[in-house]
């Protein structure tokens, strides 16, 4: 198990909480309660929880989409995320949107044709390298959002149900890729509302009632 001389994220006592309802009948729902987590590098984690259990909203918490109501982060910039919800624009290629966050991230034009190669090779979808997006299936859209997660090489990859809508073909490829980023050196933390394969996790950690546990 990686020490915490390592470590890359560090969630501790991550509160958040929602207000529901209007006035004067509103209510504020808790839903992270002290949730504490870390990832190391060379370690592929779990975060594991029922639906509306709060994995999302930790998530956009870790990378900076939300703001905690109390609690502490601290993380490498170098991260890449996988939202859930692919952000992507109807209107642009896969092509295009490689050269945009290419470009978004200060990468040379090589270093981006080298990083689209490697997404369209390990992934398998240059033949839809001119489609916009709208055109895309789910299973297509997902694995785009996953490269683009991927394309600045980051020391931290944060992934939300990345392999949703993938065919069993791609969700193999998914975990040959994530084994190599763990073996370069990354830290990855995966989350879905269950785990199959727990052996390719190094760590898991389950989301219940508004706080973590490490199994």
Not at 15 to 37: C, D, E, F, I, N
Not at 72 to 97: M, N, W
Not at 157 to 169: C, I, N, Q, V
Request: aromatic share 10%; proline share 2%; charged share 25%.
């Amino acid at each position: 198990m990686s020490n915490s001389s390592t470590t890359i994220l560090e969630a501790n006592e991550i509160h958040k909480a929602y207000t529901k309802g209007v006035w004067p009948r509103q209510r504020r729902l808790g839903v992270l309660k002290g949730a504490s987590l870390r990832v190391a590098r060379g370690e592929i984690v779990g975060l594991v929880g029922e639906n509306g259990s709060g994995k999302s909203t930790l998530m956009k918490v870790l990378v900076g989409d939300l703001q905690a109501d109390d609690g502490s982060i601290k993380r490498t910039d170098r991260f890449g995320y996988c939202p859930q919800a692919p952000v992507l624009y109807e209107r642009l290629t896969c092509d295009e949107h490689i050269d945009l966050f290419g470009a978004a991230y200060g990468l040379s034009v090589e270093e981006t044709n080298q990083a689209r190669q490697v997404a369209y090779d390990s992934l398998d979808f240059a033949h839809f390298a001119d489609t916009w997006v709208q055109d895309l299936s789910g299973g297509t859209r997902s694995k785009l959002n996953l490269a683009l997660a991927m394309i600045h090489d980051p020391e931290l990859l944060l992934l939300d149900e990345p392999y949703a809508g993938f065919d069993w073909d791609t969700y193999l490829k998914f975990w040959e890729i994530t084994a190599g980023r763990r073996d370069a050196g990354s830290g990855l933390m995966i989350i879905s509302h269950f785990i199959v394969d727990e052996d390719r996790f190094d760590r898991i950690y389950d989301l219940i009632d508004g706080r973590v546990v490490e199994r």
